[in-house]
Every structure is written in structure tokens, then in C-alpha cells.
């Protein structure tokens, strides 16, 4: 996925026909094209040629049953959020692909504002969202809005943990969502010296979560990095506010996961039920 390729291509009416589709996500599974046509003040066919070329570029989704439509693909979304992030003023620059996996792809970038960044692209909605069927007169919600939401969700939980040990959160686009890069190493992929510790520094930080109203939701060794300064934890998709339903076995299952982890890693032995009562008491 070369956003930085696919950018150059994009003249401004295929920006304004994105800009159609996307304003259209949450009303239509597909966009008509009457309505992509009207709002992007671009001629119907003029508009389908365009969407033909877009369609070629994997950037949309054309589709001519029971009506004439057009959706985004994970790859045109990201490029649109990406725009958005660019028009703002946020991002200067987009560089390689950092690393992708089943719910997000993640590029380094520059912003003359902020410095050296990443940008997460979301690529499916939180868990709660996957079964979610929205009727409208042309279809289901599109995967588009769950990327979205999802984005949202994260974006909005690492704002409320500014501060604590999570990266800052610039800003929220689309499916996208702009942070600070963090220099270390996810948890798996490194032997701690002080495993012990590590341990402690993470079940401290889950607590301040929970004193801010926010439960990690997918907490593993795999969203934990670490280096010499300290720890960070990552991926926000899932959080859930304290008092929202099923939080409270949420967090059990967070702390459930990273005490069974050093347990399997290093031999550790910790008592779940008490690190629990531990961090709902603080």
C-alpha cells in the first residue's frame, strides 16, 4: 500500500467525489451516483468515468446491483483520511509502512507541527460494532463507518490518558488517527531484565486507567512496549468507560491476560483476584 504513490495521482475531482462518498457513509452502504454527482457539483458520467479510475486504483468500491453506487475500500479510506489529515495542516509528509496487522496498518509521517508521528489506519470497527446491522434504503452500514468509529474511539480514549503512559494523541481523521512515535519494542519481542518490575509498571498503569474512566479492553503483550526509559501501552480500539456494560469483567480479562503472560515468560507468580481488588481500590 504506497500512499505516498497513490496521493500523487489524486487530482481535485477525484477528491471531491471521496468527499462525496465519504459525507454519504452513514446514510448508504454505496453512495448513488446521482448523489456523489450532485454534491461533488461534477457531471453524472464525468463522475462514473472518474469512479472507473478510482476503482482500477483499488481506491473504491463500484457496484451496479439494484442501483448504480460507490463505496471506499480500506486502501481509499486511509488515503482519504489521510487528505484530511493533510488539509488540516496536520501531516507534511507520509513515510513506510511501520508495521500492519488484522485491524490496522501504521506509517511513519512527518508534521512540521508536531515532528516525527505515526498515522494508524483502523481497518475494522470495535468488537461491539461487528454485529451491528444498521438498516438504511440501500444497505447495512459499511465496514467504513466501524473503521471510523473505531478510529474515534481510540483517539478519544488516549486523549482522556494524556499524560500517563500511552502515546500522545495529535489528531482523528476518518480511520486514521495521528500519534506520537514511540521508539521501543513490543513486550513479545524482548527478555526483561527486570520482569518483576515490568509487570508492577503495567498493572499500575491499567489502575490509573481505571481512575480516568478507561479500560484497555484488549490488553496483551502484544500492545505493551517497553525500552531503558520505561513502558507505553498501545491500541485503544476496544476501551470501554468505566460504568459502561460488561467493563468490570473487560478489566478482568485485561489483567487476566498480562499476569498469565509472565507467568508463562518468566514464572511469576501473582494472584488475579488480588491485582483486581488492588486496582479497583486505588
Request: net charge neutral; charged share 30%.
Given at each position: 500500500m504506497n500512499l505516498a504513490e497513490l496521493y500523487k495521482e489524486m487530482g481535485k475531482h477525484s477528491w471531491r467525489i471521496l468527499d462525496a462518498i465519504f459525507r454519504n457513509l452513514w446514510d448508504y452502504e454505496y453512495v448513488p451516483i446521482q448523489i456523489i454527482s450532485s454534491q461533488a457539483r461534477i457531471g453524472e458520467e464525468k463522475a462514473r468515468n472518474i469512479l472507473r479510475y478510482l476503482s482500477d486504483l483499488r481506491i473504491v468500491q463500484n457496484r451496479q446491483k439494484d442501483y448504480e453506487g460507490s463505496t471506499f475500500t480500506f486502501l481509499g479510506l486511509s488515503l482519504y483520511s489521510l487528505h484530511r489529515l493533510v488539509r488540516s495542516g496536520k501531516v507534511n509528509a507520509i513515510g513506510k509502512l511501520m508495521g500492519e496487522g488484522k485491524e490496522s496498518a501504521v506509517f511513519n509521517c512527518y508534521s512540521e507541527k508536531y515532528g516525527e508521528c505515526v498515522v494508524k489506519f483502523h481497518k475494522v470497527g470495535h468488537t461491539s460494532f461487528k454485529k451491528v446491522k444498521e438498516k438504511r434504503?440501500?444497505?447495512?452500514?459499511?465496514?467504513?463507518?466501524?473503521?471510523?468509529?473505531?478510529?474515534?474511539?481510540?483517539f478519544k480514549a488516549l486523549q482522556k490518558l494524556q499524560g500517563l503512559a500511552v502515546p500522545k494523541a495529535y489528531a482523528w481523521e476518518g480511520n486514521a488517527v495521528l500519534m506520537?512515535?514511540?521508539?521501543?519494542k513490543e513486550?513479545?519481542?524482548?527478555?526483561?531484565?527486570?520482569?518483576?518490575?515490568?509487570?508492577?509498571?503495567?498493572?499500575?498503569?491499567?489502575?490509573?486507567?481505571?481512575r480516568r474512566g478507561i479500560v484497555h479492553g484488549d490488553l496483551s503483550q502484544y500492545n505493551v512496549l517497553v525500552s531503558e526509559e520505561g513502558i507505553w501501552i498501545i491500541?485503544?480500539?476496544?476501551?470501554?468507560?468505566?460504568?459502561?456494560?460488561?467493563?468490570?469483567?473487560?478489566?478482568?480479562?485485561?489483567?487476566k491476560n498480562i499476569i498469565t503472560y509472565f507467568n508463562r515468560a518468566y514464572r511469576i507468580e501473582k494472584d488475579i483476584n488480588s491485582a483486581i481488588d488492588r486496582i479497583l481500590q486505588e
Amino acid at each position: 500500500m504506497n500512499l505516498a504513490e497513490l496521493y500523487k495521482e489524486m487530482g481535485k475531482h477525484s477528491w471531491r467525489i471521496l468527499d462525496a462518498i465519504f459525507r454519504n457513509l452513514w446514510d448508504y452502504e454505496y453512495v448513488p451516483i446521482q448523489i456523489i454527482s450532485s454534491q461533488a457539483r461534477i457531471g453524472e458520467e464525468k463522475a462514473r468515468n472518474i469512479l472507473r479510475y478510482l476503482s482500477d486504483l483499488r481506491i473504491v468500491q463500484n457496484r451496479q446491483k439494484d442501483y448504480e453506487g460507490s463505496t471506499f475500500t480500506f486502501l481509499g479510506l486511509s488515503l482519504y483520511s489521510l487528505h484530511r489529515l493533510v488539509r488540516s495542516g496536520k501531516v507534511n509528509a507520509i513515510g513506510k509502512l511501520m508495521g500492519e496487522g488484522k485491524e490496522s496498518a501504521v506509517f511513519n509521517c512527518y508534521s512540521e507541527k508536531y515532528g516525527e508521528c505515526v498515522v494508524k489506519f483502523h481497518k475494522v470497527g470495535h468488537t461491539s460494532f461487528k454485529k451491528v446491522k444498521e438498516k438504511r434504503d440501500y444497505g447495512d452500514l459499511h465496514f467504513s463507518v466501524l473503521a471510523i468509529r473505531s478510529a474515534r474511539n481510540e483517539f478519544k480514549a488516549l486523549q482522556k490518558l494524556q499524560g500517563l503512559a500511552v502515546p500522545k494523541a495529535y489528531a482523528w481523521e476518518g480511520n486514521a488517527v495521528l500519534m506520537e512515535l514511540i521508539d521501543a519494542k513490543e513486550l513479545y519481542r524482548v527478555r526483561v531484565e527486570n520482569p518483576e518490575d515490568v509487570l508492577e509498571m503495567i498493572l499500575e498503569e491499567v489502575a490509573k486507567f481505571y481512575r480516568r474512566g478507561i479500560v484497555h479492553g484488549d490488553l496483551s503483550q502484544y500492545n505493551v512496549l517497553v525500552s531503558e526509559e520505561g513502558i507505553w501501552i498501545i491500541d485503544f480500539p476496544q476501551s470501554v468507560e468505566v460504568g459502561e456494560e460488561g467493563w468490570r469483567e473487560i478489566l478482568e480479562r485485561d489483567v487476566k491476560n498480562i499476569i498469565t503472560y509472565f507467568n508463562r515468560a518468566y514464572r511469576i507468580e501473582k494472584d488475579i483476584n488480588s491485582a483486581i481488588d488492588r486496582i479497583l481500590q486505588e
